[in-house]
């Protein structure tokens, strides 16, 4: 199932950007490819942070549910890890923001 | 001034804890966060109307602390769930509503107020800050350390 997932979306990211790559000249294929970026590197940063939570929280569950004393110190090391992770996904955010709509390689683009 | 600081924290705890935040550690952090807003955006708002990249930073660590009182909010009843999969979906819908009213907000910021986007990460990254520090003082201030091999010196 994983390789046929990774087979599927590898060719359809490949046959989705060749156009854009070899254009790379033209300014329209620039940010064609820049929403691409964008686009996948949000959903990929959202997915990792969504699993990683997921398998934090799981781990933190099961802790919690053999040791109960401890209880305290792991909620406080989960909310720490949750926030961490969180603020990475901010940054992914961010990062997509700035090549979305501060244009940073407008100069180099246009010439 | 000590006495003036220690009411104010005092204030503070109970003020937090008024609102929720029942757990000592998480509370210190709470506090430590919103310690950290005040200060950024009393230095920060004062050069608003100038600068950009003061409003700007004052806004990101604005927006991080908000994010992250609700996180500290709901993490704390999470192990309460009795089920495994209850908690993790309850999370994970809180995460991605929260990420989407941030990328909403980011949006207005950087596109329709002209927001600069270094400074604004500068205010996200305060939260990140906060935790080393306090963690850094927490492994300073312990009794006891480990060696490498686990066992107390």
Known sequence: ????????????????????????????????????ATAIGMG???????????LGLKAACEGTARNPEAGGKITVTLILGLAFIESLAIYALVVCLILLFAHPFAKIITG | MATLMRNLKDGLERWLFRRGYVHPEVRELVRNQVVLTALVCAACLP??????????????????????????????????????????????????????LTGFVLFGLIVWFGASPLPLLAGITTVVVNFLVWGVARHAGSKTHQTLTGKEA
Do not use: H, P
């Open chain 1, 1 to 36: 199932m994983r390789k046929a997932f990774m087979t599927i979306f590898s060719t359809a990211a490949l046959l989705s950007l060749a156009s854009a790559a070899f254009a790379a000249g033209d300014a329209m294929a620039a940010i064609g490819t820049i929403s691409w």
């Open chain 1, 44 to 54: 990929l940063a959202a997915a990792g942070c969504g699993l990683g939570q997921g």
């Open chain 2, 47 to 100: 050069f608003s109307a100038v600068s950009t990249a003061a409003w700007s930073l004052a806004a990101g660590t604005l927006i991080i602390s908000l994010n992250f009182c609700s996180l500290a909010k709901f993490g704390q009843q999470i192990t309460g769930y009795g089920n495994k999969r209850e908690a993790i979906a309850a999370v994970l819908v809180r995460f991605y509503f929260r990420l989407a």
